[in-house]
Nanobody
Framework: QVQLVESGGGLVQAGGSLRLSCAASGRTFSIGTMGWFRQAPGKEREFVAAIRWSSGMAYIADSVKGRFTISRDNAKNTVYLRMNSLKPEDTAVYSC??????????????????WGQGTQVTVSS
């Protein structure tokens, strides 16, 4: 089992920045891919970013490309989502996820094995 705990969400004005963290514990050696997804009220869960745990290869959704970056610190078993130039439409609950393999479909939320509890990000206009 892998446990994931997100932190770093909050209220920020449009144009501001936040950094989300996702700390993994448990069978972290089994992690292949980690991802960030978000879900706004009344909308479907949306892929945001993913990263290969060993190589660091990163994937960013087109909707946030150029504003968001994903990184990881293997020593701390933590993945980060740096969010710059935030917009009101970025408001959502952001959740991190872990898969026990290097999944090709890193953008599909149902291909992940473990999920955090989510952290709220609210961007005011």
């Amino acid at each position: 089992q892998v446990q994931l705990v997100e932190s770093g969400g909050g209220l920020v004005q449009a144009g501001g920045s936040l950094r989300l963290s996702c700390a993994a514990s448990g069978r972290t050696f089994s992690i292949g891919t980690m991802g960030w997804f978000r879900q706004a009220p009344g909308k479907e869960r949306e892929f945001v970013a993913a990263i290969r745990w060993s190589s660091g290869m990163a994937y960013i959704a087109d909707s946030v490309k150029g504003r968001f970056t994903i990184s990881r610190d293997n020593a701390k078993n933590t993945v980060y989502l740096r969010m710059n130039s935030l917009k009101p439409e970025d408001t959502a609950v952001y959740s991190c996820a872990a898969a026990e393999r290097n999944i090709a479909t890193y953008f599909r939320f149902d291909d992940y094995d473990y999920w955090g509890q989510g952290t709220q990000v609210t961007v005011s206009s």
